[in-house]
T-cell receptor
Framework: RKEVEQDPGPFNVPEGATVAFNCTYS??????FFWYRQDCRKEPKLLMS???SGNEDGRFTAQLNRASQYISLLIRDSKLSDSATYLC???????????????FGSGTRLQVQP | EAGVVQSPRYKIIEKKQPVAFWCNPI?????LYWYLQNLGQGPELLIR????????DSQLPKDRFSAERLKGVDSTLKIQPAELGDSAVYLC????????????FGPGTRLTVL
């Protein structure tokens, strides 16, 4: 089982739609949580951190449920420019190595269509 | 401010040949990471440096991969000899410190082994 699991998609949505991505992590000792965005053939870039109380940044809302080991990202009013792969990222001791590191999910691909 | 610089951006080699990748982190960033990203997957950590010390190389295949960061700034990652399965994107990232700061990624080197 992967440490961080995401639905690979693709999610094909029309402009203006609301779309939600989910992510589960297997290590209960994980400490910090993030969403990164990766455009096609580009490097990952931090989109937002995820806090236990939930947090919002414009059209983006991230939530964390530590009890269920579940993270979500909600995008409202989707834009064409939101088309990308969204990587769920967890920081904490790796189940494989025991060392603190970032562990990335495989990503969920979003395609916003006109 | 300049971001993480990597070169070359693309490299095509035949199997059994050696190859090297270079990374220049963001100025002042003490922590440097090398990641491998296969198609459709998230980045996977190969090695992490704190200044010039490799503090986590547990996922680096040491039979053929080596890395160095001699003066605690630039870093090189080498594969010798390359195998077909090494075809991937090699990403370098840096952060001010290891556990609390955002990692910034370079554009990556796309390696194709024929």
């Amino acid at each position: 089982r992967k440490e961080v699991e995401q639905d690979p998609g693709p999610f094909n949505v029309p402009e203006g739609a609301t779309v939600a991505f989910n992510c589960t992590y297997s290590n209960s000792a994980s400490q910090s949580f993030f969403w990164y965005r990766q455009d096609c053939r580009k490097e990952p870039k931090l989109l937002m951190s995820v806090y236990s109380s939930g947090n919002e940044d414009g059209r983006f809302t991230a939530q964390l449920n530590r009890a269920s080991q579940y993270i979500s990202l909600l995008i409202r009013d989707s834009k064409l420019s939101d088309s990308a792969t969204y990587l769920c990222v967890v920081r904490g001791p790796s189940l494989d190595t025991g060392r603190r590191a970032l562990t990335f999910g495989s990503g969920t691909r979003l395609q916003v269509q006109p | 401010e300049a971001g993480v610089v990597q070169s070359p951006r693309y490299k095509i080699i035949e199997k059994k040949q050696p190859v090297a990748f270079w990374c220049n982190p963001i100025s002042g960033h003490n922590t440097l990471y090398w990641y491998l990203q296969n198609l459709g997957q998230g980045p996977e950590l190969l090695i992490r440096y704190e200044n010039e010390e490799a503090v986590d190389d547990s996922q680096l295949p040491k039979d053929r991969f080596s890395a160095e960061r001699l003066k605690g700034v630039d870093s090189t990652l080498k594969i010798q000899p390359a195998e077909l399965g090494d075809s991937a994107v090699y990403l370098c990232a840096s952060s001010f410190s290891a556990f609390t700061d955002t990692q910034y990624f370079g554009p990556g080197t796309r390696l194709t082994v024929l």
